[in-house]
């Protein structure tokens, strides 16, 4: 049982938008920032967004991250075939002084 | 170019320990925390270990607490993560990253494998 609540999956065609929600509580997201990782199979995380909203370099516009009260939502939009992935929030919980990630969401453009 | 290169992992026994490494090159190390996150296969990503760039400050997940410990050696560039009265709960994939904002960011090591098993 992961801190952080994801849906398993999640799916949308290709050219379409997706948005994968993530909800936590007030000692976690709530009065932290947030993370979100991609995942390709057999690879290591790839970090998406950071501070709620934050792109680093080379990651494309497509992505976004907003941010409210408790929980955090990831966007993709122009959906690729390449963007199938499982998708991970990620934060620190002020109470378990300690990071915490949500279950993560697979990703499936049909 | 940050590179982080995790060495250590293997098979061992339930009871037995065992020490990871994680060797950074490619940015000033002692300037940054690190984190160790792991991945049982087919699971989801379990945050594990976080240590601050000078060493003083560390954290732990609730489920490693107490087993595990994690340390630095500024003057290698290099992390540590050991791992002690090990379980199968704790066979994962182990991965090092560089912290950015107090979570794992942009750059991962490939990942050592734990398997304990009977």
């Known amino acids: 049982q992961s801190v952080l609540t994801q849906p398993p999956s999640v799916s949308a065609a290709p050219g379409q938008k997706v948005t994968i929600p993530c909800s936590g509580n007030?000692?976690?997201?709530?009065?932290?920032?947030v993370s979100w990782y991609q995942q390709l199979p057999g690879t290591a995380p790839k970090l998406l967004i950071y501070?709620?909203?934050k792109r680093p370099s080379g990651i494309p516009d497509r992505f976004s991250g907003s941010k409210s009260g408790t929980s955090a939502t990831l966007g993709i939009t122009g959906l690729q075939t390449g963007d199938e992935a499982d998708y991970y929030c990620?934060?620190?919980?002020?109470?378990?002084?300690?990071?915490?990630f949500g279950g993560g969401t697979k990703l499936t453009v049909l | 170019e940050v590179q982080l290169v995790e060495s250590g992992g293997g098979v061992l026994q339930p009871g037995g320990s065992l020490r990871l490494s994680c060797a950074a090159s490619?940015?000033?190390?002692?300037?940054?925390?690190m984190h160790w996150v792991r991945q049982a296969p087919g699971k989801g990503l379990e945050w594990v270990s976080l240590?601050?760039?000078?060493?003083?400050?560390?954290y732990y997940a609730e489920s490693v607490k107490g087993r595990f410990t994690v340390s630095r050696d500024n003057s290698r560039n290099s992390l540590y993560l050991q791992m002690d009265s090990l379980t199968t709960e704790d066979t994962a994939f182990y991965y090092c990253?560089?912290?950015?904002?107090?979570?794992?960011?942009?750059?991962w090591g490939q990942g050592t494998l734990v398997t304990v098993s009977s």
């Open positions: 007030s000692s976690n997201i709530g009065n932290n920032y």
């Open positions: 240590i601050s760039g000078d060493g003083n400050s560390t």
């Open positions: 990253a560089k912290d950015v904002m107090g979570q794992p960011g942009p750059h």
């Open positions: 990620g934060t620190r919980d002020s109470r378990l002084s300690a990071g915490v």
């Open positions: 490619g940015f000033t190390f002692d300037d940054y925390a």
């Open positions: 501070d709620n909203n």
